[in-house]
């Protein structure tokens, strides 16, 4: 293993490295020794037990170092109506971002029951729907204190039942497609795929934010 690849190992995979690795130069010194009959063959056995030293840390470690957004939870989702995305965040770093489809009216934050907008503003995911009727859903807090008063001073209804959730079992073959317009009634919409990827990342109680 070359010096560049080295770094790029979390800091525990070079310590578990570092103890079982002996220099090169050491085992060939050994290697170069005479050997009693059999030798050649305790020899061989020896420079194989070295490289499944070798090798071992490193398939232990390849997964912290190339997927480290598998293991993580998504402690904030950020949605950007304008740009269609959804982004899971974790520690402030991007685990991964979709593709979204928005309410049929996209412009402007929700303001009451029927007018076909998406929130704008700071929600959670207020509890988990397991059989939503678009496959899965993550029930947003929606409306808010300020959507309630907003909604109070115009005398109407602020609305609800806001998800982002999936396709659902008879649109499901639609896939990415879904995207090219945007079609809710105000929720959040990505495919069965990708509702079914996000699902374990995340727990009710977790912040989202959405941005105009």
């Known amino acids: 293993m ?18 079982i690795i002996p220099p090169m130069e050491a085992i060939n010194r050994n290697d170069a020794r005479p050997h009693a009959q059999g030798g050649t063959s305790v020899s061989r056995k020896t420079r194989t037990v070295w490289l499944a030293l070798l090798v071992l840390p490193c398939v232990l470690c390849w997964g912290q170092v190339q997927s480290p957004a598998a293991t ?15 982004t899971l965040m ?13 309410g049929g009216q996209p412009v402007g934050a929700k303001q009451r029951t029927g007018d076909h907008k998406t929130p704008e503003g700071l929600y959670v995911v207020q509890f988990k729907v397991p059989n939503s009727r678009f496959h ?3 029930y947003i807090s929606y409306p808010n204190a300020a959507d309630r008063e907003r909604a109070r001073k ?15 079992d008879k649109y499901g073959w639609i896939g990415a497609m879904h995207q090219q317009t945007d079609w809710t009634d105000g929720c959040i919409a990505v ?11 995340v727990a009710a109680g977790t912040p989202v934010e959405i941005r105009p």
Do not use: F
């Not at 998504?74 to 109506?81: E, N, S, T, Y």
């Open 90 to 102: 974790s520690g402030g770093q991007v685990l991964k971002t979709y593709k979204v489809a928005l």
């Open 72 to 86: 993580n939870k998504a402690d904030r989702i950020v949605v950007v109506k304008s740009t269609r995305t959804m």
């Open 2 to 19: 070359d010096a560049a690849s080295k770094d790029v190992l979390p800091p525990t995979c070079r310590y578990m490295m570092s103890p």
């Open 191 to 201: 495919t069965n795929e990708e509702i079914d990827e996000i699902w374990p990342l």
């Open 136 to 138: 899965r859903g993550l």
């Open 154 to 168: 115009m005398g109407v209804n602020p609305g609800g039942n806001i998800e982002i959730h999936g396709l659902g």
